[in-house]
């Protein structure tokens, strides 16, 4: 299995900001450069739900609940995506997770990391 490690999550209050992380450590760049990287989220009893994504090209597409506050990137050196969130919301409160995949594809998943955002 491909693994990706997501980090970044934590308690924030409304306004504040995070960064999340993905990571494909086992991966060479090489190979990490050829997926697109996608950034889902979850709250126990709703749908995932895409909140961006970033293409082999670094193309971006957000979901438009998150637009103008979420900046999704990747560094292929790295072999990492990062997602951006300020402006938070109660509402952004989720598990979130970040994907690889090709042609439209979501194929590999991490495991997950939760932000709450709360005051």
């Known amino acids: 299995q491909v693994q990706l490690v997501e980090s970044g999550g934590g308690l924030v209050q409304p306004g504040g900001s995070l960064r999340l992380s993905c990571k494909a450590p086992r991966m060479i760049t090489s190979t990490f450069s050829m997926f697109d990287v996608g950034w889902f989220r979850q709250t126990p009893g709703k749908q995932r739900e895409a909140v961006a994504s970033i293409t082999t090209y670094g193309d971006t597409n957000y979901a438009e609940a998150v637009k103008g506050r979420f900046t999704i990137s990747r560094d292929n050196s790295k072999k990492m995506s990062f997602l951006q969130m300020n402006s938070l919301k109660p509402e952004d409160t989720a598990v979130y997770y970040c994907?690889?995949?090709?042609?439209?594809?979501?194929?590999?998943w991490g495991q997950g990391t939760q932000v709450t955002v709360s005051s």
């Open positions: 994907s690889l995949g090709q042609g439209g594809s979501n194929d590999y």
